[in-house]
């Protein structure tokens, strides 16, 4: 598929012929990134909601297209809201919603922050753009989780306005300093957050993100909304991942395959604790070289939170894990999991 990287395309509070009969005609109507301006209560505020960035995340445009045709005629938000479907293409090609990018395309959030002139950082930088030209007072960013998953948020930061935006979705906030060139890693000037509204594949992500949106739109101070509500914080998160080529396959047995072995069930982890000594699968003779955790100086770490127990792959410490996926591709080509020391988690 030709793409223009120079493409962007703006709607101004779009009428429902403009919105088409559902979320899927409406996305096969749009073209290349496209945002969508609704004009509030108070004209001198913006907020920005991003989503789509990856194709097979579809929360985020289920719950904009279900809030922008409920909103009445007389009905205003607080404040100007600008969403932005990012990857429309990804997301409609055939099968929908089942691309994180295309196959010849590369991850858009990736390619933030980079300031080159080509393809998906073209793509990243007009976005970027588009945020600031609003100069927004918060930008949130939603997502899904590659596997099954409560709902959570990631922040760089953790401020007044991080833990309020996370009240509006769920409860739970990770404070991330890894860089990998997202969208939420770049300074707009205000809070910036990731949503992972939890899997595609689960009826609630799409309500998270809804009732997220609806939240957004009414409230008219946002600071301060999480009074009534505790947080769980995680921080400092690390990546498990294998080394480039290693195979990854999941079982509830080991059978002496090569490379990595996960269990099966490792999703029904997420957000749970994997307790020192736990088993998380089994390696072949190379052991703990297969894998990798990078710290943020890029040294390899693996062995301050796992072990090798015979050739059964073990967590050294209590871990919280989180983003765990059987998505080969997405275990293989991004990471297996996230994790964070037990000893790293507080509730504000
Ligand atoms: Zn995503």
């Not at 833990?163 to 404070?175: G, V």
């Not at 749970?272 to 040294?299: F, K, M, P, T």
């Not at 998505?327 to 504000?348: E, P």
Request: hydrophobic share 40%.
């Amino acid at each position: 598929m030709s793409i223009d990287f120079s493409e962007i395309n703006y709607l101004q509070d779009p009428d429902i012929m403009s919105l088409k009969a559902d979320y899927d005609q409406f996305l096969l109507s749009i073209s290349g990134p496209t945002i969508i301006d609704i004009s509030g209560k108070e004209q001198s505020r913006t907020r920005v909601i991003t989503t789509l960035i990856h194709g097979n995340e579809p929360s985020g445009l289920i719950a904009v297209h279900r809030w922008l045709t409920a909103l009445k005629a007389g009905d205003r938000p607080a404040t100007n809201l600008r969403f932005i479907i990012c990857s429309p293409e990804a997301a409609s090609h055939a099968p929908m919603f089942q691309h994180r990018y295309l196959d010849d395309g590369m991850d858009l959030n990736r390619c933030f922050g980079a300031e080159l002139e080509y393809g998906y950082f073209k793509r990243a930088a007009l976005i970027a753009t588009a945020i600031r030209e609003v100069k927004p007072e918060v930008v949130v960013d939603l997502h899904n989780t590659s596997g099954f998953s409560p709902a959570f948020s990631v922040s760089v930061e953790k401020n007044e306005m991080a833990l309020s935006l996370t009240a509006l979705f769920c409860q739970t906030l990770i404070l991330s300093d890894i860089r990998l060139g997202a969208l939420m890693e770049q300074d707009f000037g205000c809070q910036t957050i990731t949503i992972e509204c939890g899997s595609s594949c689960d009826i609630q992500s799409h309500e998270v993100a809804y009732s997220g949106i609806k939240h957004l739109a009414t409230i008219t101070d946002l600071e301060n909304c999480h009074f009534d509500k505790e947080i769980d914080i995680y921080l400092k998160p690390l990546r498990l991942q294998v080394k480039p080529g290693i195979p990854i396959s999941y079982h509830g047995i080991d059978e002496g395959r090569n490379g990595l072995t996960l269990i099966n069930n490792i999703e029904q982890h997420n957000f749970g604790i994997i307790r020192a000594n736990q088993i998380l699968g089994w390696l072949d003779s190379y052991g703990l070289e297969n894998l990798q955790v990078l710290d943020v100086n890029g040294e390899n770490v693996v062995d301050q939170y796992f072990a090798l127990r015979s050739n059964q792959l073990v967590s050294k410490i209590d871990l919280n894990i989180f983003m765990a996926t059987k998505q080969l591709a997405i275990a293989k080509s991004d990471c297996i999991l996230y994790l964070v020391a037990n000893q790293n988690h507080i509730t504000q």
